[in-house]
């Protein structure tokens, strides 16, 4: 590397073709990490901000802040002899990413969201007869998803403060730039108090964080529970069959081969998912039977009891950020996220075993702290109370959380029974280290033979024995986050964000810079192409595995989350871009890159305000215009010379 001037005195840097472009992405990668650790850090926040104030103003600028960071400190840290190079990074940034969201995001999500359609044209959940077919399937959004296209729309005026003069031939006069400029930064004003006012999209991004959380949780409780079967898991990273099926049918009471709402109830406090107050168990017993009851008749049947869990489970693999060779392992479900949207999702198996008329917690040896998370002490109220309560009822905290008493042998196997343990299943826990706990008979298949965690009493403790689980500890029992522990959480990831993007903006911009001299390849291109998805990859993707799950709420959602990261754009990036121009003097030399970004976002938007009922055959024109629109960029300045200055 040779040739250059390094960045800061000490970054590398290069001025050739290979050289430069090991370093984009080099530089694209960190900053990408940092872009998602501000993404972590929101996401963190709505587990305990209510919409509002903090969740309307703080996090829609969140989200363009790297694009932010990259088009203003790059450029406003530019000598005046790099200026022109630096701004046309920023103008093709700010193009592609605003691009990108509005053609390969929106399409992508529409594409991988699509169900079939009734006849009236909306969209089934769920349900994909053919997975090829685009002229019958579609996706359907809610009613405030198209307001919220046409906000994205009402900041497009915001383009003509600069543009129109300099179709009238005044393109340095830096009064207008800077006008523009302030106009913009007051325009993220008024879009953050929208959000504050109605702040629909933040209840929802925070209900639908609030429920991936549950669902991670239940799939921990119960990968504890089964734990004296054998691992959920079996080692080649599959579900497990027979153990899930065990577990169903440990809380079939009445062997009728499905599960009722008020054993679904059972099984909620037995596993200590639901915490017993009356709202929050009907709550949870609502979500429960909303996901496994497929056909809507109140009972669960033992396919859809497994498919979803199957689902569940990978599901908390991706978000714990496992490679697809650790996929599944009994670690990675015994794992404990983040934050706890309710006090009993993250209450563990208290020490001790449901053993008539003994004191398990007592008898405990050293070596076998490993059982609380699999057995559940119980309280001095009678089992039977928590499931001969209708649904919804109060359950006293103590039955689920006591870590004291335990039932008398009178009554137990009636109270044990009404819980949703079969009399049949042995309960009694083998207290010799590393010997696998007991099972039900008869003998399921070998996998349910082989201890957890080779050999040894496997549960959350030794979860962390592979380094990947730092939530937990030598057997101890896991406590919730704190409000004041997220936020301080959050604080760092957000602070750490920013930093990282920050320090590295400029780093990157002479990184492809230089690759344009080298390649030479006009700088913009390379930047509309490289820049947006160095900072947003891991958000695109989320994007289109959440549209996946082919639910109207998630696909509302996600395109409500598209509009308004283009209202961004053309607000506080475009505001900050005004300011470059304004501060280096360089003239508006950008009407091609202005007219694409027009008429992508006037297309789109026309699409989302038109109707709540998309079909599929939309996605393939709305994707084509990506490439169209680098190629229409090249003919409005190198074939019609729209801008003589700009070539």
Known sequence: MHDCDETYGFLPCSSSVVGSLILMVMYGVCILKGANLLSDGSELLLEILDPGIIGGLVLPVIGALPEALIVGVAGLTASSEDAKQQVMVGIGTLAGSTIMLLTIVWAGGAYFG???RDAQGVAI??????KWDIRYTGVTTDRFTPYNAGIMLCTLPLYLIIQVPAFLGHKTDPKISLAGCVICLFSVGLYCASQVVFPEMQKRRMELARQRLWRMHVVRAMAMHTGRYGPLVTPDGQINGPVME?????????RSGDIDEAEVQALLLGLAISNGQPDE????LRFMMSHFDHNGDGLVDKADFCRILTAWASEKARQLGRTRSQSLTHEVLLAMPQASPGKGLLSPFAKGCIMPGVDVESQLPSEAVTL???CVSVGGASLSEASNAPAGAAVPLGLLHSRSAVPSSRGSEEDLRSLGVNSETPLACDMTPGRPP????????PELNAPINGGRNGDAADAGDDGDDDDESDGQSVVALTARQIVRKAAWQLLLGGVICAFLSEPLVNAVTSFSTASHIPTFYVAFVFVPFASNAQEVVTSLRFAQKRKKRNISLM??????AVTMNSTLVLGLFLLVVHVKQVPWTFSAEFVVIVLNTVIVAALGMSTTNLRTLWTIPVVVLYPLSLAFVYVLDYVAN???EHR
Do not use: I, M, N
């Open 642 to 644: 729209l801008d003589k």
């Open 114 to 116: 699509r169900c079939d």
């Open 281 to 284: 168990l009907q709550r949870d």
């Open 559 to 564: 395109f409500s989350q598209v509009y308004g």
């Open 372 to 374: 609380q998370d699999r």
């Open 438 to 445: 007991a099972r039900p008979q008869p003998a399921a298949s």
């Open 125 to 130: 959940d769920k349900k994909l007869t053919s």
């Open 246 to 254: 065990l577990l169903f049918d440990e809380f079939d009471h009445d």
